[in-house]
């Protein structure tokens, strides 16, 4: 049986309007949603920590959102499958999520929740 967890996080940027955070978590990223803040027009880039594998990345988030990310489903090899049409699925996080943030103004904050299925 599955389980829905939910995870607020703080990002924070530098005097550059920089930042960067990893969650330990692991599972299916079912949503994501920005609560902007003070933040500028962020660009987030969220990946995998363990694979680098992408799990979103968006450029001048202007208000707070949600994103349902899905990427290209695998084979056991770890390639994408070779279909028509392409199945798409929910991203894997394999135990650690790493959070970039850039362009969002000197020492601003905002808020990423995080909708992960185990």
């Not at 969220?46 to 990427?71: E, H, K």
């Not at 699925?89 to 990423?112: C, E, F, K």
Request: zero cysteines; hydrophobic letters at 40%; glycine letters at 12%.
């Amino acid at each position: 049986m599955s389980q829905i967890n939910v995870r607020l996080i703080q990002l924070t940027t530098a005097g550059a309007g920089t930042g960067s955070v990893s969650v330990a978590t692991s599972g299916l990223v079912r949503a994501i949603g920005i609560l902007k803040g003070d933040l500028d027009t962020p660009d987030i880039a969220i990946t995998d920590g363990l694979t680098g594998a992408p799990v979103l990345s968006v450029a001048g988030v202007a208000a707070d959102t949600r994103y349902q990310p899905s990427v290209p489903q695998q084979d056991e090899s770890g390639a994408d499958l070779d279909t028509d049409p392409i199945i798409y699925g929910p991203p894997v996080i394999t135990g650690r999520m790493d959070v970039a943030i850039s362009g969002a103004g000197n020492y601003h904050h905002g808020q990423l929740v995080l909708v992960i299925e185990r």
